[in-house]
Every structure is written in C-alpha cells, then in structure tokens.
C-alpha cells in the first residue's frame, strides 16, 4: 500500500486491522477527535482499494450541508456509473431525478422507492466491480440521506458491498452514527494519538527540529494535526518559549467545549485553574455533580479521570478555557479552590491569583513562602511563588522584584518549569536590571537550550560582556563556553575554555564549578589522548565540590563512572552509577537522571545483561521526552540496547534518529556516536556498504574533531570488519593499525586488544589465512570470558566458528558457534542468538529448518553426526541425559530414521564455500 502522507506514521497496524476486517466483508466505522487522522486512514484504505480495481464511492459532508436535504445521497448517487442509473425502475428513476434536482419528490412518488434507490443502485454496480463506501465526517450528513443509507445497509447489500465510516464521537445517547451507516458485521475501532516516536518521525517529515517532538507530543496529546498546527507558529523556537496558540487550535478546544453544557463548562474551569486537579478537590470546592460533569467531558474528549486524577486531553483546551473566561469568573474559581484548599500554601497561591493589584505586604509574604519552599527543596513551587510576588510588587520595590524574578528563574529551571524560568529570566533582562542579575538570567537561559548551545552565541557574548571581570560572575558563563565547545566539536577551544574556567572559579572561591571545569578538561583531555586526564580528574575529586543533583553529571563522580566504563571496569562503574542513580532522582531538570540510567544501561550491555540494557535505556528514552529534553543522546543509547538484546531494525531506526538530532542541534559528540550504532547495525543485518559509509563518515568526523581515544567510540574495529567483507584489505588493515598504534600511545586496558584482535581475524579469514583467525578469535573469545564480557566473547566464538567452516573443519565449527549460541541465550541477546541460529543452521548443511528441527535439535543431530555420546552433548549442551535421549527421538521422528548410525549417514556435511567469497557469519560486527 502507498503511504506517503505524513500522518500515517504510526498507523501501519490499525491500517492491517482495517484490511483484515473490510476483506471479510461488512464495514469499519472509526471515531476520534478532530485532527486524529481519520481522513488520512480513509484516504490510505481509498487508495488501496481503488489499486484493486474495486469502485471507491466517496463523501465528506460539511458542517453547513447538514441542514440540505438528500444532499450528501446526491452527491453519492453522482458518482456511480450511468449503466446503474438506466438499470432502475420508473418510479426509482422518477425518485432519483427529484433527489439530484434538490427538490422533494413528486406526489405519488411512493416512500418506498426513495429507500430503494441506494440498495438498488450498489447491488446493480456491485455486479461488475466490489463496491467500498468511503463517509468522512458523517456527523454532517443530512438526515434525510443518513436515513436512506442506513435502510440501504440494513438490506445487507452483500459481501461485494463494504463501507468505512468516520465520526468524531458519538451522539447525544451515546450511539455512534458510524456504526448505522455500516454493512454488517461492523467493527468499530477508535483512533488513538500518536506515539511520541511516531508523532517526532511526522515532525521531521514536515522540517520541524527532533528536539521538539516530545514538547509538542505533550502540548497536543498525540493528536497530528494539533501539533503539527502548534509547530507551525514557532513550534521550532526555544521550550521555554510558548508559540502563540494558533486559532485553528482555539476553534478545536472551542467546538469541544462548546458542545457541552454551561455547569460541565464551570467544572472544567475549576479543574484547570487548580495546580493539581483531583474529583474530590472539586467537590470540596462546591461543585456537587463533578462525577457526572466529568464524565460527560471524558466523553467528549475534554478529560481524562485515572482514579482521582483529572487530566486535560490537549492541555491546550484548559489554557483556552482559562483564558476565554471572564476575570469575574476565575475571582470566583480561585476563591472557591481557595477555601477547598488542604494546603496553605495552595490556599495562598489561589488568594494572590483572585487579583493582581501591586502590594507590598502581599509581595513580601509571598516572597518569604517562596523562600521557605526553595529551602526545603521544593522549588516548581517556590518559582511560582516568586513570580507572584514579583507580579505583585509595587514600583517602590524595584530591586527586590529583580531578585525574585532571578530566583524564580534559577529555582523554576531546578524544578523542572522551564517556562516559568524562561519567563522569569526574560522578565529581568528587558528590565534595567544590575549586570549580575543580568548575567545570572542569561545563564537560566543557557542551561535551558540543552544540546543546542550552538545556536546561544548572543547570549554568551552579551553575559561576557555583562560579567566583566567578576570572576564569581565570569566562572558559570566560562564554564558553559566549555560545553560549548565540546559538544560542537572544538577541542583546542574546549581545551582552553576549561583550564580558564578552573582558574577563574578557583578564584571565586567555587568550587564546584572548578570541579566541573576540571571534569571536563579531564573529559577532553581523554578522548584527545593525552594521559593529563588522570591528573585532571584526581585534581577535580579532590576539591570540596557539591554539585546539586541536577548538575552532578558534570561532575568529576559521574566522570570516574565514565572512564571506569570506557576502562572495561565494569563492576565499579555500575557500582558508582547506581549509587548516583540515588541522587539523580532528586534532580527536576532531568538531564543528570537520564545521563545515569543511560550510562546503566551502556554497562549493562557491555556485562552482557542485555534485557537489563533495554530496560535502562527505555526509562531514559522516557524521562528525556518527559523533561523535553534533546533526543540525540537518550536515542544513541536506545540503539546500543537494541543492538544488545532488542533488534537490529528497531537499533538502526533510533540511530538514523539520533543522527538527524545531533546534526540538528550542532551536537558533534552525538552524532558520532550515532552513527557507531547504524553502522553496526548496518553490517550485521547484511547491508555491508552502507554500514561501511556510516562508519567512514564517523572516522572523518573523528579525525576532524583531534579524537584519538579507540577505547571511547569502538568503531575501528567495526570499520575493519565491513571493508574486509568488501574486498577492502589494505584499508582495514589500516585502520587497524591506527588503531593499536593509538592504544600503545595510550597505555589502553585489554579489552581493546581483544577487539582489534577480533577484528583482525575477521581480515584474516576474509583474505584466505584462516588458521590464523581462528587462532587470533579463540584468544579473544578467551580474553573476553576473563573480562566477563559475554556478548562480545560470543561474538568472538562466532568469528571462530566461521573461520573454521573455511578450513571445512564443520564439526569444530559447529561446537564454536552452538557455545557462542549459549553464551547468547544466556545472555538475552536476542539479535546475536538470531544470528547465530542462522550461521548454525548454514553449518549444519543438509539438516535445514525447514526439516522442522528446532535449533537445539540440529545441535544436537549434528553432534550425534560427529560421534558425540549423549552424556557428551549433554555436558557440552548444559543439558541433563534424559533431555538429550527425549530430543534426540524426536529427531528420529521427524527426519525417518531409527538409530544414530542411519541419523549420522543422512546428515551429510556441508559443502565448503568457494574461495573468495564472504560468508556473512564471520563478518559481523558488535
């Protein structure tokens, strides 16, 4: 099927559903809000079914043809062919031309024959061609035309005849007018939102930024048309920065609200006006009937109730809600929350929103409360408490409302609000505010780009230029030069801007900012090469730092975890991770949160814990779209995971995200990275050249960015392997060489060596030395079980057992590739264990699968083939005897035969490959 409009993304099973069902005849009525994309669904299932030959019928009535009667009938008859027409009796066709002229029938024109006219004319077309009724929108049909093609279905026009129907919700008795205008059987199916991966891939189609994907998966709750409307008008600006609300998305909150009754409308407005909206809040708050006004509003699509929770489906509709009710109407909300309130402090915030005349009491009362929550570590709350006081604030007290608005903005970045911060730090640079309050607001809007500190050029300069030489001032701004710099891929700048930035916050007396700078400098100085990272590092562990939970990956703790992982320390890095994991929870933002379960999640599938990987990187995947965060580096570990222990199509497809992310953003670092795991995903699903063609770009980027570390992004040996699977000799050589040239100057750990020695057996067996591949495989295979790293020693084995299917040593193959098959299954390393069923089962040669032997049943027959007893497969297998005799009868049964010999003469080994030519299960990659 031909699907190339952008919002079938995410639709490809609810399409195969409907096919399934209208191929069995009947009709499929869907019903979903406005924007859902039900005319998208009936314009793919239009398509197809017009691909078929079959004759596609179509309506979408207007809101203002509802009130035309036999209009949408009329509309539908104009389009069957003339033969259908002159087929009719006399007093149809007399029927049909009063129908098409718009005027009523003539008198004597019995009823009878108008509801005949629809069953008449799809039974005569349905005789040549199948016939599919395609009615969008049918909340506008006419009634009069609604009648007559509910009596035509009524008639069960037969199988010949289907229909599919859409509708945005049901009527006023809870019927759905889809389901009428349907054959029987009818299945109806409701349209859901779109997934955030789903609704980002849409975005991208249309040139909106990936980062934005997860702001406005939230903003429009999956709905494609809405944010794709909310894209449009500055959906690419900063996060913090609300676009303004375009009208077509007004008009959709409006026509939901606008069909439900005043009382439900007042209940609603409560809900919206309230921090944490809850059913029985609500009746505390006098609305006496919530249970049943909610739930008409969930009926139409306005709330979602999850036990006592309520919330709005699109947020959006509870901003126009808010802001289309008069002042007078939310002075009376907010006093009645006021008074329903169990908290004071709730209480309060509600008594200031009932005005906002300047106070200075009031200003200042708020302002302490804002300040007792920052100190007790609430701070969304203590933001908002200082952006009333601040909007309270008399002319008099200019000075303490700067300092509000900028502790506003810290305390709102810190708690996880970035509007509020982006409006508060925004509020203090259009004032004339001092120059430290100034660049204390910049930073705020720094640290909310996330990755895109590329695009904060401006910014930067104007905060330098406002710090002056105040080095308490100068040290945050330096040190986010720093990142800068790091993640646009500048190294000799980021190089510089670290060892300032340590210098000046060491002066300032910071020094947690002098650990950080230190951290990355350290970070720098390692993917550089150049062995001052130790003493960088110990210098920043060293110092009395504390960074704040949110900031505590860039600190030198979280960095020590790094290079134990980068080191193959795998046990003290996990250690340290989850030990940061603790504090990380505490952190609003969410940036350090998702920098530790992502580090967890590369240890995990490093240690061969790979259902463990996918189970960290999800959680990250999940928190970074939940904070906004940028996508780029939580999509890069989702790949890893998946290449580990998910899918290799599931690694490739978040790759190509991250990819598209980093390149958005500037982020460098990220897109490096990103492409290490297409290009391995890449070469192991077979596509050689253009997993060599992601990995050569990588080598480029690396080589622009003064990268000489091969322990951080493992992508020479990956490189090697896919230009030796193309014939490339000379070049993997190569790379190879660079590569422990690199190590020796570096002092690397083992683990390097075991990969290039990987790596080279798979050059060599690709060039016709297999004896030494096998020798250089088994010694890594051997160095990874010491390192207890499971899947890259399985990988190892199976680079081995290759090898020896060149030597046509098939028996010793098969033992190699079975025990990197049980290092997989043990290991939950689904991809590496389908591949590996597939080598083996390419080892075993004449026993095929497709004989219906599992993949243990051909280990084990091919085992039997080589003379093993059954207590030696048995040991080899892991496996107890009796398994092995009950499996080795089933064997019997299904390949014919009766005892081991007759089982050994059937199964002959199988023919070597010619010379020269690749065998894909010694050319895979990890």
Not at 808 to 823: D, V
Request: hydrophobic share 45%.
């Amino acid at each position: 099927m031909q699907r190339d409009l952008p919002t079938l993304h995410g639709r490809e099973a609810l399409l195969t559903e409907i096919d399934a069902r209208l191929a069995a005849g009947g009709g499929v009525a869907l019903h979903g809000p406005p924007g859902i994309g039900k005319t998208a669904l009936l314009d793919a299932v239009a398509e197809q079914a017009a691909s078929r030959g079959e004759a596609v019928l179509r309506l979408r009535p207007a809101r203002g043809e509802r009130t035309l009667a036999y209009s949408a009938a009329a509309d539908l008859i104009r389009q069957l062919p003339p033969d259908a027409v002159a087929a009719l009796a006399p007093a149809a066709r007399n029927a049909l031309a009063a129908l098409l002229q718009g005027r009523p029938p003539r008198t004597g024109v019995p009823a009878q024959a108008r509801r005949l006219l629809l069953p008449a004319l799809l039974a005569h077309c349905s005789r040549t061609h199948p016939v599919l009724l395609v009615l969008d929108d049918v909340q506008w049909l006419d009634p009069e035309s609604a009648a007559l093609l509910t009596f035509a279905m009524r008639r069960r026009p037969g199988a010949r005849v289907r229909a599919i129907t859409a509708e945005r919700r049901p009527d006023r008795d809870g019927r759905h007018r889809a389901a009428r205008l349907c054959p029987p059987p009818v299945t109806e199916l409701a349209v859901p939102p779109l997934a955030p991966d789903d609704l980002s891939a849409m975005l991208e189609a249309r040139g909106l930024p990936c980062r934005t994907a997860s702001r406005l998966h939230r903003a429009s709750a999956g709905n494609p048309f809405l944010a794709l409307a909310l894209g449009s008008t500055g959906g690419d600006g900063p996060a913090w920065r609300p676009a303004p609300l375009p009208e077509v998305a007004r008009d959709l909150a409006r026509e939901r609200l606008d069909g439900l009754s005043a009382e439900v409308n007042q209940t609603l407005l409560m809900a919206a006006l309230a921090t944490d909206p809850t059913v029985t809040l609500l009746l505390r708050a006098g609305r006496d009937d919530a249970d049943r006004e909610l739930r008409l509003a969930a009926a139409a699509g306005v709330v979602e109730v999850t036990g006592e929770a309520i919330r709005f489906t699109p947020p959006l509709i509870a901003q126009v809600l808010i802001e289309e009710t008069p002042p007078a109407g939310r002075t009376r909300t907010h006093a009645a929350l006021a008074a329903a309130a169990h908290d004071p402090l709730e209480a309060l915030r509600h008594r200031a929103l009932r005005g906002a005349r300047p106070d200075a009491s009031t200003a200042r009362r708020l302002a302490a409360v804002a300040d007792q929550c920052a100190a007790r570590g609430a701070d969304r709350t203590a933001a908002e408490f200082y952006l009333l006081a601040a909007d309270r604030c008399p002319h008099h007290l200019a000075r303490e409302r700067l300092d509000w608005l900028v502790a506003a903005a810290r305390t709102a970045l810190t708690g996880g609000a970035p509007a509020l911060a982006g409006r508060a730090a925004e509020a203090v640079i259009a004032a004339d505010a001092p120059a430290g309050h100034r660049v204390r607001a910049r930073v705020v809007l720094i640290d909310l780009a996330g990755q895109a500190l590329g695009e904060m050029g401006e910014t930067f300069a104007a905060a330098l230029a406002e710090a002056g030489d105040d080095p308490a001032l100068l040290a945050p701004v330096r040190l986010r030069l720093t990142w800068q710099a790091m993640i646009t891929g500048d190294p000799d700048r980021a190089a510089a801007e670290a060892r300032s930035t340590a210098a000046i916050a060491h002066r300032a007396g910071d020094a947690t900012s002098e650990a950080m700078a230190l951290s990355s400098l350290a970070q720098i100085q390692r993917m550089r090469g150049e062995p001052e990272w130790q003493e960088s590092l110990a210098r920043a562990l060293m110092l009395p730092a504390s960074p704040a939970p949110d900031w505590l990956h860039y600190g030198p703790h979280y960095m020590a975890a790094r290079f134990a992982l980068i080191d193959d320390r795998l046990d003290e890095a996990r250690a340290e991770l989850l030990r940061l994991l603790a504090v990380a929870e505490h952190d609003r933002i969410g940036e350090a949160r998702v920098e530790v379960l992502r580090s967890l999640s590369e240890v995990a599938a490093r240690a061969g814990r790979c259902r463990e990987a996918l189970r960290y990187a999800h959680r990250a995947v999940q928190a970074a779209q939940e904070a906004g965060l940028s996508p780029g580096p939580t999509w890069y570990t989702a790949a890893v995971a998946e290449l580990a222990g998910g899918s290799l199509t599931a690694a490739a497809g978040f790759a190509q995200r991250g990819i598209r992310a980093s390149e958005q953003e500037g982020d460098n670092l990220y897109l490096r990275r990103n492409l290490h795991a297409l290009g391995q995903a890449h070469l192991r699903s077979g596509d050689t050249r253009s997993g060599v063609a992601a990995l050569r770009r990588l080598r480029d980027l690396e080589a622009e960015a003064g990268s000489s570390d091969p322990m951080i992004v493992r992508w020479h040996a990956d490189l090697a392997a896919g230009l030796a699977a193309l014939g490339e000799h000379v070049e993997a050589a190569e790379t190879l060489a660079g590569a422990r040239k690199a190590a020796e100057q570096l002092g690397s750990t083992p683990a390097l060596a075991g990969y290039l020695d990987r790596a080279t057996a798979i050059v060599h067996s690709e060039s016709g030395q297999a004896d030494s591949a096998v020798e250089l495989s088994t010694a890594a295979a051997a160095l990874f079980e010491q390192l207890r790293q499971p899947v890259e020693q399985g990988h190892a084995l199976l680079v081995a057992g290759g090898a020896e299917r060149r030597r046509r040593r098939y028996a010793a193959a098969r033992l190699l590739i079975g025990a990197a098959l049980s290092i997989f299954l043990a290991a939950d390393a689904r991809p590496w264990a389908e591949e590996t069923e597939r080598a083996l089962a390419r080892t075993e040669g004449s026993i095929a699968p497709e004989q219906g032997l599992t993949s243990t049943e051909l280990r084990i027959a091919g085992l039997v083939r080589d003379g093993a007893s059954n207590r030696e497969i048995a040991t080899r297998l892991y496996l107890s005897v009796k398994t092995v005799e009950a499996t080795l009868t089933r064997v019997y049964r299904k390949l014919g035969v009766r005892s081991r010999t007759q089982l050994s003469s059937r199964l002959q080994a199988p023919p070597s490959p010619p010379d020269g030519v690749p065998v894909s299960d010694v050319t895979t990659s990890a």
